[in-house]
């Protein structure tokens, strides 16, 4: 098939062009650089196909309490980036399958995350901006299904975790900032201080399990917006031991600092839609996934670790060979 992929240089991005690719599809990959979906008529230079599917991936966010920060940035430039690509899809490319991405902030989370109440009541205070142009996304895809038939799906990522994350300094989603703290109170003496009080729950997805299920929805579901989640979630006390166990650091010494930030105490996507339509989808257990994406840490030591530490981690340390 032929496939256009926006945020293809993202950490999703990267693992759903690796699937892509070796499935033998022929790809464009879109980034910033190659095309700043901020400007209108950005996509006109990639009308010389006619693509099957386009996934839509770009957005302009990043983990912790960014949103926090830049809630009116984030309308602006979120806004104009799925505008373009709704546009655009809609004008010069009717014939592709659009595939976007949702986010589980977008539920109220007072209510069932369960995808009839996607639009329903009012996101986290905190993420509001990032949740509502999400929300916005999904529902310009369905007015151009309903006007044009066009054909879309939407899915709902929960927290998206393994190797290949990001290594320029951004702000990390939990799991990483998670294992990069304690691999530095481990190698440089650095203290471990979490946000909250460690008992906000969360769940995760191994990336290439999303990337998998991803591709099979694609291929097989029209009109819908679909759940991906774990289906269950742990408590970040509980994350913490599982990485402290594996990295060689006493989890009593972990100190969590009740007065920070910590976004919702809990958000566990429901998935019976997910199992439903893949009742075959299988996940990489937490404790494998963990082990690669730290695995996958220590050859990013140069990046992850070094500009934190007062001296380099020590040769002798547990690397992964
Ligand atoms: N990661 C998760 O856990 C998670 C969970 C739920 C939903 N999602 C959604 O899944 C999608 C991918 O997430 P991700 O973690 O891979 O994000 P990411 O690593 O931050 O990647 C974002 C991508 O968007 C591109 N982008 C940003 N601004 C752009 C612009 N003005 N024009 C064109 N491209 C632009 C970036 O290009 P550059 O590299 O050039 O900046 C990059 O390729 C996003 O829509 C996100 O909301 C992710």
């Known amino acids: 098939m032929e496939i256009l992929v926006t945020g293809a240089s993202g950490f999703l991005g990267t693992a759903l062009c690796g699937r892509l690719e070796s499935d033998g599809h022929r790809l464009v990959r879109l980034n910033s650089r190659i095309c700043d979906l901020t400007r209108q008529g950005s996509l006109d230079p990639f009308d010389d196909r006619r693509y099957d599917q386009i ?73 509001f901006t990032y949740a509502m142009s999400k929300r916005m996304l999904y529902a310009g895809l369905v007015a151009l299904g309903q006007q044009f038939a066009l054909p879309y799906l939407c899915l709902v990522p929960s927290t998206l975790y393994g ?14 900032d998670l294992i990069r703290k304690v691999i530095l109170g481990k190698e440089c003496g650095m203290p471990v201080e979490l946000w ?28 819908k917006l679909v759940n991906v989640g774990a289906g269950e979630e742990f408590s970040i006390r509980h994350f913490a031991r599982l990485i402290c166990d594996r990295i060689g650091y006493d989890f009593e010494q972990v100190a969590f600092d009740t007065s920070r930030y910590v976004g919702a105490r809990s958000k566990c996507l429901a998935t019976a839609r997910l199992h439903r339509l893949l009742p075959d989808w299988r996940q990489t257990p937490l404790g494998e996934g963990l082990d690669r994406t730290i695995d996958w840490f220590w050859t990013q030591r140069e990046k992850l670790l070094n500009p934190h530490c007062a001296e380099s981690p020590s040769p002798s340390g547990r690397g992964p060979g």
Request: proline residues 4%; negative net charge.
């Open 55 to 127: 996934y839509h991936l770009a957005a302009w966010t990043q983990a912790g309490d960014f949103c926090l920060r830049h809630p009116g940035q984030q309308w602006i430039i979120n806004q104009q980036i799925n505008t373009h690509v709704l546009a655009w899809w809609q004008s010069a490319q009717p014939q592709a399958k659009l595939i976007a991405m949702g986010t589980s902030c977008a539920y109220d989370p007072d209510l069932e995350l369960v995808e009839e109440n996607y639009l329903a009541g009012k996101p986290i205070e905190s993420l």
């Open 196 to 223: 909250g009080d460690g008992h906000q729950r969360r769940e995760l997805v191994y990336v290439d399990d999303f990337v998998e299920a991803a591709v099979r929805l694609a291929a097989a579901v029209e009109g």
């Open 163 to 176: 190797p290949a994350y990001h290594t320029d300094g951004r702000q990390m989603h939990f799991i990483f």
